[in-house]
């Protein structure tokens, strides 16, 4: 199975073509699932390395941070896009509901802003 980049944002049709692609197998649920998750994980987690580059720059290896970042933010985004890849799969096929390909990143989303709220200590004392 191969996807092209703009099948990630408007599907293999064109955006406003009345034949929307929806996903159809685990496969391609797990996948777009995961892809969204770790694509936002990444950008979250590569704005935090740079953070933390700028506040401890003056030491010798500090231009190492964002890459250290980069990789755990890899990491995490995609298990916990396969653990919510493989449970909308689940959700999904089996209650024969369609899934279009807006489902998959807007849950890649959801996660990320569940990181994001996590960060505050505060935040997460309430709930």
């Excluded at 929806?22 to 797990?30: A, G, K």
């Excluded at 980069?70 to 990491?75: F, G, K, M, P, Y």
Aim: charge should be neutral; charged fraction near 5%; include cysteine.
């Amino acid at each position: 199975m191969t996807i092209q980049l703009s099948e990630l944002f408007f599907g293999s049709g064109h955006i406003w073509s009345k034949h929307e692609r929806y996903l159809n197998s685990v496969q391609e649920i797990w996948l777009f699932t995961a892809l969204w998750t770790t694509i936002f994980f990444t950008l979250i987690y590569s704005l935090a390395g740079i953070w933390a580059w700028v506040v401890f720059r003056s030491y010798k290896w500090s231009f190492l941070i964002p890459f250290g970042f980069i990789v755990v933010a890899l990491l995490t985004g995609f298990v916990e896009g396969t653990a919510f890849g493989l449970v909308l799969a689940v959700i999904y096929l089996y209650g024969d509901f369609g899934m279009t390909l807006w489902i998959p990143f807007l849950w890649g989303l959801i996660q990320a802003l569940i990181l994001l709220m996590g960060c505050y200590s505060t935040i997460t004392s309430f709930l």
